[in-house]
Nanobody, 123 residues
Framework: QVQLVESGGGLVQPGGSLRLSCAASGSIFNIYAMGWYRQAPGKERELVASITKHGGTNYADSVKGRFTISRDNAKNTVSLQMNSLKPEDMAVYYC?????????????????WGQGTLVTVSS
């Protein structure tokens, strides 16, 4: 079994910053892409940013220049630094990981989602 634990959400004023973190634990053989998605009320879940195992990144146009995704392969973590936050960034943010489990799960490759963390941007 592999679990993702997210942290770092909360309330911030417009223009402020937050840092989200996500840690994978359990039977892990390899982690491929890691990413963050978000879902605002009444809207579909959308990709915010993703990062490959070797550090290649991809960002939604709406967050380019404001958000930075990073990962620590030794610690199986992915983070999202969010600066210059806007009210339209307010959403539940989900960590997403493409992971290959260890021998306990037959080296099965699966996509796993975190439980979500709420980011509120309001004055």
């Amino acid at each position: 079994q592999v679990q993702l634990v997210e942290s770092g959400g909360g309330l911030v004023q417009p223009g402020g910053s937050l840092r989200l973190s996500c840690a994978a634990s359990g039977s892990i053989f390899n982690i491929y892409a890691m990413g963050w998605y978000r879902q605002a009320p009444g809207k579909e879940r959308e990709l915010v940013a993703s990062i490959t195992k070797h550090g290649g990144t991809n960002y939604a146009d709406s967050v380019k220049g404001r958000f930075t995704i990073s990962r620590d392969n030794a610690k199986n973590t992915v983070s999202l630094q969010m600066n210059s936050l806007k009210p339209e960034d307010m959403a539940v943010y989900y960590c997403n990981v493409d992971i290959q489990g260890g021998p306990e799960v037959g080296y099965r490759r699966v996509e796993i989602w975190g439980q979500g963390t709420l980011v509120t941007v309001s004055s």
